[in-house]
């Protein structure tokens, strides 16, 4: 209070206060519903501010009105929703296949979910429907979609195509391999949702990571990133071309690395790590092992462990504490979920993965950073969420209510080991929810999209939550390039 008075007494004198200041645009509640899907955004009703669209649902199999949401960027006002057999855990996929000059919404989730929207009116344009049971490859289509992403139209319609996982059987045991089914990787037509090619995976195991498809810059070639295993299933993580999956032959795939007891879950980053012009993969498996793959050779540049460790959270690439080098962020939990004692964030040397910097802040971080050099001092930080309580509370199996929780956003300065805090909100978590950070309203400062859930009595379970926007006086002077989960593309993809 006493900076803000000696703020008004000096705007009377001084122009120094009539600098922006950073400011809570809007709150908006969803009342019994929560989400693990990520905020993206696209103009969707023409007003030259990008509207917000996410998942959601309340239990993780049970039918909700409030499947898909998008939010009027401006006002925070629901433009519409759509309807979904189960919680939508996937962010969205945006293309204009109607040619009405708005792009429409394609995303994925539970119970075999995955749908076509027009982004204008939010109705169906279409949806996946399962018929295939006596299919030798597409009777295990049956369980969740997840993420998206867009490969080169492969069919001749004009449009990109959309490449995604089905996999994770929910009513299969923890820690058996009993009803653990093969993941099946597919090719999508965008504009019917026909099937153009699909897959098992390689080692017949189940698949929960969004696959990442790339063109590396040598040789022009499409290559397709995906991974198996899932949170007490060993896994690996495979590279094939694209044409492997158009041929149905991802038996072709190179295993580039393996995990005993854990998979691959969080969808990989790829990036130009040892700068030698051919971009490599990163990624990182449950057990928290990150490691590092040449793109030219898929050899192993690195790999650094953390014992003791879990994530599922993506990784992140920028400048933390070098400039000429880039730099991985990991995010991990100590312990296994959901009884996590603390987090750790992690920054990794991108050539040889020596540990750089080393912090710890919140109990348990399962959402993914964003990254941006919000002070313009040549070092980047990260802007993520986490969950802060009394960490050494030991939580119980009926119940998973840790006192005093509070949802933090947090801005971490790796050069100094400090952080900035952006909000606070009491009584209230997130869980696997990423923020979005850029340019909503293209005013020249950043903006911060992100959601806060109430917290009840049960880390697990959704009973409302809230959607943010914040407006800040940090000027965007160069693009945001890891601006939301899975970079601002939504592709996994980070070029310099």
């Avoid at 049970?62 to 919680?87: E, F, I, M, R």
């Amino acid at each position: 209070m006493k900076q803000l008075l000696l703020c008004l007494i000096m705007l009377l004198s001084l122009a120094a206060c009539k600098k922006k200041q950073s400011q809570l645009v809007w709150n908006e509640s969803f009342y019994l519903i929560g989400s693990q899907s990520s905020p993206r955004t696209s103009d969707l009703n023409g007003d030259g501010v990008l509207d917000i669209v996410m998942g959601a649902g309340r239990d993780e199999t049970v039918a909700t009105d409030d499947g898909v949401l998008a939010v009027n960027g401006l006002t925070g006002k629901l433009l519409w929703k759509n309807s979904a057999p189960a919680h939508v855990v996937g962010s969205a996929s945006f293309q204009d296949i109607n040619d009405d000059n708005i792009q429409d919404i394609f995303i994925g989730g539970r119970g075999g979910f995955l749908t076509a929207i027009d982004g204008k009116t939010g109705q169906q344009i279409w949806k996946f429907n399962f018929d295939y049971s006596n299919d030798s490859i597409l009777r295990y289509a049956r369980f969740n979609f997840y993420n998206s992403v867009w490969v080169p139209d492969q069919n001749g319609d004009g449009k990109d195509d959309l490449l995604t996982v089905n996999g994770g059987n929910w009513s299969a045991p923890a820690g058996s391999s009993d009803g653990r089914l093969p993941g099946v990787l597919m090719l999508i037509d965008s504009k019917s949702g026909g099937i153009i090619a699909a897959d098992t995976m390689p080692d017949g195991k189940e698949s929960y990571m969004s696959p990442v498809c790339y063109k590396d810059p040598l040789s022009q070639e499409l290559r397709v990133v995906f991974g198996t295993g899932g949170e007490t299933i060993s896994g690996s993580l495979y590279v094939c071309k694209l044409q492997d999956l158009m041929e149905q032959n991802l038996t072709a795939a190179s295993k580039v690395a393996s995990e005993e007891g854990h998979g691959f879950i969080a969808p990989p980053t790829i990036a130009d790590l040892n700068d030698d012009g051919t971009l490599d993969i990163a990624a990182i498996s449950h057990a928290g092992t990150v490691v590092a793959v040449d793109g030219n050779n898929y050899k192993n540049l690195w790999k650094t462990s953390f014992p003791g460790n879990e994530s599922s959270t993506t990784l992140a690439v920028g400048h933390f504490t070098q400039k000429d080098q880039l730099e991985v962020l990991a995010v991990m939990d100590q312990g296994t979920w959901p009884k996590y004692t603390f987090a750790q964030q992690v920054i990794l040397d991108g050539s040889n993965g020596s540990i750089n910097s080393e912090n710890s802040f919140g109990c348990f971080v399962v959402s993914s950073p964003v990254i941006y050099d919000i002070d313009h001092d040549g070092f980047d930080e990260a802007i993520l969420n986490i969950n802060d309580y009394q960490c050494d509370v030991e939580l119980e199996d009926e119940i998973m209510n840790p006192p005093g929780i509070s949802h933090q956003l947090i801005a971490i300065d790796f050069q100094t080991g400090n952080f900035q805090m952006i909000d606070q909100t009491k009584g209230f978590r997130n869980i696997f929810s990423s923020p979005w950070i850029g340019d909503l309203d293209d005013d020249g400062y950043l903006d911060i999209v992100y959601s806060v859930y109430n917290h009840a009595n049960d880390v697990r379970r959704f009973l409302g939550m809230s959607l943010k926007r914040v407006s800040t006086p940090i000027k965007v002077r160069k693009p945001v390039k890891w601006g939301a989960y899975m970079g601002t593309d939504g592709n996994g993809i980070y070029m310099e």
